[in-house]
C-alpha cells in the first residue's frame, strides 16, 4: 500500500530556534499533503493543505508566517516551525491521499514529535 | 456548523465484541472513515463507507446509514493489541476531512 515518510520522528529544541519536518510519498504522487498537529489526548487539526507548485492554504487560526510549508515537487512536503517557542510543543503529522481512486483514504507519516524547550 | 460525536472512552474484555459509534451533521457527504491510533502513533486506516450497509474487514466491520447520519466500527474477538482511539472522519462536499475527538478503547484481559 501506498507509504508516506515522515522525518524527523522526534526533535528537540530551543525555544526561538527553527525545526523543519520532511513528508515523503513512498510509492505515489501525491499534488496534496496535509500537515495535522495533534495535542495530548486530543483529536487531529487540520493546520494547512499542501499543494504542489504553488501556495499552501491555510486553516483558520494558523499562521503562515510561523508554519511554512512548501510542496516543491510531486513527493515532498516540508512544514518548517519557525521561533519555535514551548506552546509549539505537539506531535506534528502529515497525510496524503494516493490519487488512485475517489475513495483512496489518508494515508499518513509516522508523526514527530517537537519539545521545545 | 460541522460536527462529529463519538464517545470519548469504551472498555471492553478480550476476546468480547465492540461497537463504536459515530454521528455526524456535516455540509454535504463523500464518505466515512475509521482510523486506529495507537498512543504515540500516527493514525492507521481501517475503513472506507461511502454507502449505507456494512463494510466487513476481518475482524473488524463498520456500517454506514446516511439517512440517520450515523455509523459504527464493530471490533469482534478482541485482542490486546486492539487497545487504542479510534477515529471517525467524514468528508465533506468539498472533500475537508472532518474529524471526530476519537474514542479511546481499553481491553480488558
Known amino acids: 500500500g501506498a507509504v508516506v515518510s515522515q522525518h524527523p520522528s522526534r526533535v528537540i529544541c530551543k525555544s526561538g530556534t527553527s525545526v523543519k519536518i520532511e513528508c515523503r510519498s513512498l510509492?505515489?504522487?501525491?499534488?496534496?499533503m496535509f500537515w495535522y498537529r495533534q495535542f495530548p489526548k486530543q483529536s487531529l487539526m487540520l493546520m494547512a493543505t499542501?499543494?504542489?507548485?504553488?501556495?499552501?492554504?491555510?486553516e483558520q487560526g494558523v499562521e503562515k508566517d510561523k508554519f511554512l510549508i512548501n510542496h516543491a515537487s510531486l513527493t515532498l512536503s516540508t512544514l518548517t516551525v519557525t521561533s519555535a517557542h514551548p506552546e509549539d510543543s505537539s506531535f506534528y503529522i502529515c497525510?496524503?491521499?494516493?490519487?488512485?481512486?475517489?475513495?483512496?483514504?489518508?494515508?499518513f507519516g509516522n508523526g514527530t514529535r517537537l519539545t521545545v524547550t | 456548523g460541522q460536527n462529529i460525536d463519538q464517545p470519548t472512552e469504551m472498555t471492553a474484555t478480550e476476546g468480547a465484541i465492540v461497537q463504536i459509534n459515530c454521528t455526524y451533521q456535516t455540509s454535504g457527504f463523500n464518505g466515512l472513515f475509521w482510523y486506529q491510533q495507537h498512543a504515540g502513533e500516527a493514525p492507521t486506516f481501517l475503513s472506507y463507507n461511502v454507502l449505507d450497509g456494512l463494510e466487513e474487514k476481518g475482524r473488524f466491520s463498520s456500517f454506514l446509514s446516511r439517512s440517520k447520519g450515523y455509523s459504527y466500527l464493530l471490533l469482534k474477538e478482541l485482542q490486546m493489541k486492539d487497545s487504542a482511539s479510534y477515529l471517525c472522519?467524514?468528508?465533506?462536499?468539498?472533500?475537508?476531512?472532518?474529524w471526530g475527538a476519537g474514542t479511546k478503547l481499553i481491553i480488558k484481559p
Open positions: 499542501s499543494n504542489e507548485g504553488s501556495k499552501a492554504t491555510y
Open positions: 510509492d505515489f504522487q501525491a499534488t496534496t
Open positions: 497525510s496524503a491521499r494516493d490519487l488512485s481512486g475517489d475513495n483512496s483514504p489518508l494515508h
Open positions: 472522519a467524514v468528508r465533506d462536499s468539498n472533500y475537508q476531512l472532518i
